[in-house]
């Protein structure tokens, strides 16, 4: 399992708490989501013998996606109801590309037959619906199947 955060104190927080799991099989990393390499290694076609190419590039597959974007915050108006009198269009607007950008990253690294979970604090149609319309759109019917 692979657990990212781009804010540094949040992963801070998210590897004390994945220590209590004493899992081998876990690795927490602070990152860009729209920026993890979706192959790790050397070069393509190489074969790693000596005085040849550098060791074969490995491709990033995962089974489970999990895109908790940042985003507007909007949904959380039940804990904290001056977002409400502050709220405007503009965060959830600006924040569309980045969300569909992490989204898009995640349907590349998932594995055929996997699963990609989207997942915002949100009540906006545009943090919402609009990326997962926008998702269906670019990749096709081939590559993603919406389940209700």
Sequence with gaps: MVANDAD?????????????????????????ARLIPEALGGVEGGDGVDGGLP???TTLRFDRVLCDVPGSGDGTL?????????????PANQLHATQ????????????????????TCSLNPIENEAVVAELLRT?????????D
């Design 8 to 32: 540094t104190r949040r992963c801070h927080m998210l590897a004390s708490r994945a220590a209590r799991l004493h899992s081998p099989a876990l690795v927490v990393i602070n990152h860009d």
């Design 55 to 57: 060791p074969r590039r």
């Design 78 to 90: 039940r804990k904290n109801p001056l977002i409400w009198r502050r709220w405007t269009h503009a």
């Design 100 to 119: 569909l950008q992490i989204a898009c990253k995640g349907v590349r690294l998932l594995r055929p037959g996997g699963r990609l979970v989207y997942s």
């Design 139 to 147: 990749f096709g019917a081939k590559t993603l199947r919406l389940v």
